[in-house]
């Protein structure tokens, strides 16, 4: 985040829930709503966030109403705000970020192959269905995946997402050492430490799922602050302190 100003989360698709895609930062950098894209494979969708942040960066600003031309070849997107009951399911990472809800975020609506938006007559079947209404609160929203979402097993880690890459050790993957540090840096990057060396070629960088599932204590950490670090003492205790980043 530090050397663009924003951080795109991707959450890939899983069993009838399709991929979506969103923006933490804008509005800490560029005082710009936040901005999500959903219903294509994850890497789409925050390649297409990461090209609408940087019409952001050079000055554009988007509204709910808007048609945005240059962010795919020959393809529309249409703005829309997203209801604030929609939040907690989608955007865990974000809220963890601000500390409370951003201002707002705002949906970019891709259309079918004619152009034709979800709302619109005789647009394909797929574009209407994998695409959320999330300009509607959540209780108003026609039934189908995304309104289940709710209803489905919690991800235990609420400070992160399960494809967040996070760095880790060989060590902690190969199951020979556990963490007993966890780091939250001033990004909003994550860091699962064993306490040992971390010299080159003892990091690895992974999805924060498969950190969980080796070593599903760190759930514990999930709510721990961005700029904050924790670490088993002696006695076995954790203690959380700031994270201090040297200076070069």
Same mark, same amino acid.
């Given at each position: 985040?530090?050397?663009?100003?924003?951080?795109?989360?991707?959450?890939?698709?899983?069993?009838?829930?399709?991929?979506?895609?969103?923006?933490?930062?804008?509005?800490?950098?560029?005082?710009?709503?936040?901005?999500?894209?959903?219903?294509?494979?994850?890497?789409?969708?925050?390649?297409?966030?990461?090209?609408?942040?940087?019409?952001?960066?050079?000055?554009?600003?988007?509204?709910?109403?808007?048609?945005?031309?240059?962010?795919?070849?020959?393809?529309?997107?249409?703005?829309?705000?997203?209801?604030?009951?929609?939040?907690?399911?989608?955007?865990?990472?974000?809220?963890?970020?601000?500390?409370?809800?951003?201002?707002?975020?705002?949906?970019?609506?891709?259309?079918?192959?004619?152009?034709?938006?979800?709302?619109?007559?005789?647009?394909?079947?797929?574009?209407?269905? +994998?695409?959320? =209404?999330? *300009?509607?609160? &959540? %209780?108003?929203?026609?039934?189908?995946?995304?309104?289940?979402?709710? #209803?489905?097993?919690?991800?235990?880690?609420?400070?992160?997402?399960?494809?967040?890459?996070?760095?880790?050790?060989?060590?902690?993957?190969?199951?020979?050492?556990?963490?007993?540090?966890?780091?939250?840096?001033?990004?909003?990057?994550?860091?699962?430490?064993?306490?040992?060396?971390?010299?080159?070629?003892?990091?690895?960088?992974?999805?924060?799922?498969?950190?969980?599932?080796?070593?599903?204590?760190?759930?514990?950490?999930?709510?721990?602050? +961005?700029?904050? =670090?924790? *670490?088993?003492? &002696? %006695?076995?205790?954790?203690?959380?302190?700031?994270?201090?980043?040297? #200076?070069?």
């Amino acid at each position: 985040m530090r050397s663009h100003g924003w951080h795109v989360v991707g959450v890939r698709e899983e069993d009838a829930t399709p991929g979506w895609g969103y923006s933490i930062g804008l509005w800490h950098s560029y005082r710009s709503l936040e901005l999500a894209v959903f219903g294509l494979r994850a890497e789409t969708c925050m390649q297409l966030v990461n090209a609408a942040g940087d019409l952001v960066r050079d000055g554009r600003r988007f509204a709910p109403g808007d048609m945005v031309e240059d962010v795919i070849n020959n393809y529309p997107l249409a703005v829309r705000h997203i209801h604030n009951s929609w939040f907690g399911d989608l955007f865990g990472q974000a809220l963890t970020f601000y500390q409370r809800p951003p201002l707002a975020f705002l949906q970019l609506v891709w259309p079918d192959k004619q152009n034709r938006f979800p709302w619109d007559d005789g647009v394909d079947e797929h574009c209407r269905d +994998v695409q959320p =209404q999330l *300009w509607l609160p &959540h %209780d108003e929203h026609p039934d189908g995946p995304w309104r289940r979402l709710r #209803d489905e097993e919690p991800w235990l880690f609420t400070g992160g997402c399960p494809d967040d890459m996070v760095y880790t050790t060989k060590r902690v993957m190969a199951g020979e050492s556990t963490v007993t540090g966890v780091v939250h840096d001033s990004d909003g990057d994550w860091q699962f430490l064993d306490g040992g060396s971390t010299e080159e070629g003892d990091a690895v960088l992974v999805h924060l799922r498969h950190v969980v599932e080796r070593q599903p204590h760190v759930t514990e950490f999930g709510d721990l602050p +961005v700029g904050t =670090q924790s *670490w088993q003492q &002696h %006695d076995g205790r954790w203690a959380r302190f700031p994270h201090v980043v040297a #200076d070069d």
